[in-house]
């Protein structure tokens, strides 16, 4: 309770208590007056008074000097009670007395101001202290005005404070007891803070006020600059990503669009000349390249999406072995030959996903662990589920994959060993983290790569398999 | 047979009536809904190819609910990749099927030829026949499933699902049409009990995609197509 002193205590009771102490130390010293001599008296009031002003300040050490020199006179020099001195000598020494315990009150009240100014500086700094380094700690806007919040409304006496992110510049109907201030850095507002006083705030208390509110005007310019880095990092991302297009764009498409071009005007100029093979031959190859040129294109457009955020889930309770069993049969249809080898557990639970996105994911993962995968071996794909997560494994058992190239592979345009652009696992890491999910590559025991998808689990609207056998 | 084919690129538009006519079909074409809509009053096509997306005026999903009013033209709807919102409405709305663009002419014309064979042969389907696909055996009358001559039990449930899909080879059933025409239009929405079932009937009919043991298709995001028994 930083500023929160009562000031009933300070205005009345102190004096009091001087008062009090005064009659106090006068009640011995009358009970011995005989033994003891006028200058004995005159310190050990000398004393009460600087122990007055130094506990309780100036009015009390005034009051106290008071009391000293009228209880003095009163009881202690002759003749007794009567507020006549008998000797001069005596009443100069009373005044002198007077005077001396008057200004060390004085001064000891002045050094009992200074040290209590002192006190609350440093109190006021160390609040200011742990403030600062509680708003480094936040990265939350929301947080910052709360905690701003918080610390007005304990340490001042305020008996509303708000503070708003509202950048309203004009200070509405402000007034004696009301402080209303910006929270801004450099012209840049960032909120508005009000405090209604119970009383009009001291000069200190404004202070303290306004060192909160720079201190929060620091820490969210911290957040804004953080924001804009973050912002301009993925600006140069894109830029970065922008450059690696054009380079994929002018070679991998120009490639598929110039054998149709060259294939078709051989077709044109020279169609008599050729036999009906040479024909269809040149046919299949115009449709081998579109295939080639569609399949670049949609990988393009889905990683455009992907990087853009652009990409929509329409997401439905799936079963991840329903995929599996369509990147199988296609590698079927591809091979004409058992290429895969499937291994769901019974089961294996339902997941919310896109199934087409899911099934583009899996079958990149799966295509490019088949396009390594030694003739006389199969690829698995496996399921595997816990509490939290399902899995799907794509084992491949080729050659092993670097660690330097693991930590590439992911990455949109990274050409593996075979020169081929990779935007399949790029499509499929930006896929599933768009499900909140994550691919995990690690070793095959014995040699290959084996690629795990891993998607969190969903809880099941409450259905249980009765509730599935007709209603 | 007549066949329309409604698509606002007029190259497209071209290229399909050359390799439809070149298959032996008639062709009449349309370029936007408008004109699809008056080409089947006047010409009454034995099949529409419409592509989904027409530029101004009505689009193709629009053609296709405004003609299963007062026809049951066959239609096969176009659409472009990963559309299969429109896909699905296509189909709820009463098309078909549907093929993806970019597609060959081969696919195309199995899709037709398909299509065609379904028309001609649903009054067919009735309840007393028997479908044979591979080593399945489904005797429709006796409710009696075999595999390679050992007969499946299966649930009621699981024997309806099963029923529905193939007494409609090659033909897309939406999760939808399956959960209304199974459990009633209330469930319409729990695609996941579909999910569950197709799986237990796949286990029960020992299906090995990976050695193209399938007769039940994925149709990813949209439904199931039981395999075509041309």
């Not at chain 1, 033994?35 to 008296?41: Q, S, Y």
């Amino acid at each position: 309770m930083f500023f929160k002193d009562s000031p009933h205590f300070r205005t009345l009771l102190r004096p009091l208590m001087a008062v009090g102490l005064a009659i106090l130390v006068t009640i011995p010293l009358w009970r011995i007056r005989d033994a003891l001599t006028l200058a004995n008296f005159s310190l050990i009031y000398l004393l009460l008074t600087l122990v007055i002003a130094i506990w309780l300040g100036t009015v009390p050490s005034l009051m106290a000097a008071f009391v000293s020199f009228f209880c003095f006179n009163f009881f202690l020099i002759k003749p007794y009670y009567t507020l006549t001195v008998a000797d001069p000598r005596e009443l100069l020494d009373l005044f002198i007395f007077l005077l001396v315990a008057l200004i060390t009150g004085q001064l000891a009240a002045y050094a009992r101001r200074q040290a209590e100014v002192a006190r609350h500086r440093a109190s006021e700094q160390n609040i200011l202290y742990e403030l600062s380094s509680a708003f480094n700690r936040l990265n939350e806007r929301e947080d910052i005005y709360r905690t701003l919040q918080n610390v007005v409304q304990e340490n001042l006496p305020v008996v509303t404070c708000t503070v708003q992110a509202s950048h309203e510049t004009a200070p509405p109907d402000v007034d004696q007891t009301t402080i209303y201030l910006l929270i801004g850095m450099n012209e840049q507002v960032y909120g508005t803070l009000r405090a209604n006083f119970s009383a009009q705030p001291v000069e200190a208390q404004r202070r303290f006020l306004m060192a909160c509110v720079v201190q929060a005007a620091m820490a969210l310019q911290r957040i804004e600059l953080a924001e804009d880095v973050q912002r301009s990092r993925a600006i140069e991302e894109a830029d970065r990503l922008k450059t690696t297009l054009l380079h994929a764009v002018s070679h991998d498409l120009r490639t598929p669009i110039t054998i149709i071009k060259t294939a078709a005007s051989n077709l044109q100029s020279l169609r008599e000349q050729m036999s009906p093979v040479e024909k269809q031959e040149i046919a299949q190859v115009i449709e081998q390249e579109a295939d080639t040129l569609n399949r670049l294109v949609g990988n393009l457009l889905d990683m455009s999406r992907l990087q853009a955020g652009a990409l929509k889930l329409h997401e439905d309770w799936t079963a991840v072995s329903e995929i599996a069993g369509d990147v199988a049969a296609q590698a079927w249809q591809r091979h004409q030959s058992t290429r895969i080898r499937l291994d769901f557990p019974d089961d294996m639970p339902l997941v919310r996903c896109d199934q087409g996105l899911m099934l583009q994911a899996l079958g990149n993962i799966t295509n490019n662990a088949l396009r390594y995968e030694p003739p006389e071996s199969q690829v698995e794909i496996r399921g595997a589920f816990d509490e939290q997560e399902v899995q799907l494994v794509v084992v491949n058992h080729g050659a092993t994959i670097l660690p330097e190239e693991k930590t590439h592979i992911m990455e949109p345009f990274y050409r593996g060993g075979d020169g081929q652009i990779g935007l399949g696992l790029a499509i499929s890491q930006g896929i599933v983290a768009a499900h909140k999910g994550r691919i995990r590559v690690e070793d095959t025991p014995g040699g290959g790569a084996t690629f795990i998808i891993i998607l969190p689990r969903s809880p099941m609207e409450g259905q249980t398999d009765a509730d599935i056998d007709r209603g | 047979m007549l066949i329309l084919i409604v698509d606002d690129e007029p190259q497209i538009r071209k290229l399909l009536q050359t390799g439809l006519i070149g298959h032996g079909y008639e062709v009449v074409t349309a370029a936007d809904g408008v004109e699809a809509l008056t080409a089947v009053r006047q010409h009454h096509p034995d099949l529409l190819v419409l592509d989904i997306a027409l530029g101004s005026g009505p689009d193709g999903l629009d053609v296709c609910q405004r003609l299963r009013q007062w026809s049951q033209v066959p239609i096969i709807m176009l659409s472009v990749h990963g559309d299969e919102r429109s896909k699905v409405q296509a189909l709820n709305a009463g098309a078909d099927d549907y093929l993806t663009k970019p597609f060959s002419m081969k696919e195309l014309q199995a899709r037709i030829q398909a299509v065609l064979r379904r028309v001609a042969m649903e009054p067919a389907t009735t309840p007393t026949a028997t479908i044979v696909v591979g080593d399945l055996k489904i005797d429709l009358a006796k409710h009696l499933v075999t595999l390679a001559g050992e007969e499946v039990h299966f649930t009621p449930i699981e024997y309806d699902i099963l029923c529905l899909l193939a007494t409609h080879p090659g033909q897309i059933m939406t999760h939808r049409t399956i959960l209304s025409k199974v459990w009633g239009a209330d469930y319409a929405d729990m695609t996941h009990y579909v999910r569950i079932y197709i799986n237990q009937i796949r286990k029960k009919l020992q299906e090995d995609p990976a050695a193209n043991v399938r007769y039940i298709l994925n149709e990813p995001g949209i439904g199931y197509r039981f395999v075509d028994i041309a």
